[in-house]
């Protein structure tokens, strides 16, 4: 575990939260697809520079067939994610993606033989506590509604999907990394999404399979707004990705990621102050319950 790893992964969580905020604020009018577009294109500008100035890493047979392993699984989650944010309240969708390091146990032990120690994995299961939480509310009788309350919830159920295709994307974009370089992974695999994504959603368009609806509206927003809008998301994004993969360089693939599932509890603020979504206290709890399981990784692992 090298020292300064915890600072980079909390910049990806609140990276990663802002970005999220901005495209269900000024883009949930779209489609799930031309959100994923969107999210996908923004941060190009942003990490093609790298690319054009810095000489590229020797890559070998394993990184290209990690890649290839990787992009199906990517634009699939994608797809989820997006659905979720356009069908649910921000805090009730985001804080499943803290499902992601309790899935990696087994994918993070299965591809890269990481192993986590009792205390990590104390850390880790406090998340299902928390999801419980979440969807807690006072004068219920019964235990089991909360997680009843879960099977109902559209963008919980599909951010718990996404958050297992995450705990196999973020070990596989690990190894990708090992067989290459960390900044140049980044750059180089959200360039190539940004390329990808729009050429499968138009091509799906194309053959009537996908939907691109309203991909030219962003709710009252102007010219000016709808510019600023993208740039906001690009920035996030851009922040997001190259923080990301700094950070899980560094450390444990499940620690990393449970530091940037952090996100969800600025996820929940956001959701308060911006969109004002109720039951805020019995979210923020839940939560809390998710930021102390990371305190526990991080500070007793």
């Not at 890559?59 to 944010?85: G, K």
Request: hydrophobic share 55%; with cysteine.
């Amino acid at each position: 575990m090298e020292p300064g790893w915890f600072p980079i992964a909390l910049i990806t969580a609140l990276a990663t939260a802002t970005g999220d905020a901005v495209l269900k604020a000024r883009f949930s009018r779209l489609s799930a697809a031309g959100m994923a577009v969107v999210r996908s294109v923004a941060p190009v500008p942003f990490l093609l520079p790298y690319l054009l100035i810095r000489p590229w890493p020797a890559t070998d047979q394993v990184f290209w067939q990690t890649l290839a392993i990787l992009l199906p699984f990517e634009l699939l989650a994608l797809i989820l994610y997006m659905e979720a944010l356009k069908s649910s309240p921000l805090s009730l969708s985001i804080p499943f993606l803290a499902f992601t390091p309790v899935f990696i146990i087994l994918t993070g032990w299965t591809i890269l033989g990481e192993k986590i120690t009792a205390t990590g994995l104390l850390g880790i299961l406090f998340t299902v506590t928390g999801a419980y939480c979440l969807h807690f509310k006072a004068g219920r009788k019964q235990w089991s509604a909360p997680f009843k309350a879960i099977m109902r919830e559209k963008g919980s159920r599909l951010m718990l999907a996404v958050a297992a295709i995450y705990s196999l994307t973020s070990v596989l974009g690990k190894r990708a990394i090992l067989h290459s370089e960390p900044f140049f992974f980044a750059c180089f695999y959200f360039c190539l999404l940004g390329l990808v994504v729009p050429v499968v959603v138009f091509s799906a368009r194309w053959i009537g399979i996908g939907s691109l609806k309203g991909l030219a509206a962003t709710g009252t927003l102007g010219r000016q707004g709808r510019i600023f809008s993208w740039i906001a998301v690009g920035i996030a994004q851009a922040i997001m990705v190259l923080s990301h993969m700094w950070a899980i360089h560094l450390v444990n693939a499940a620690y990393m990621i449970a530091v940037k599932r952090t996100s969800l509890l600025f996820s929940v603020v956001y959701g308060k102050v911006i969109f004002d979504e109720i039951d805020f206290r019995e979210r923020l709890s839940g939560a809390g319950l998710m930021v102390i399981g990371v305190a526990i990784i991080v500070l007793v692992s």
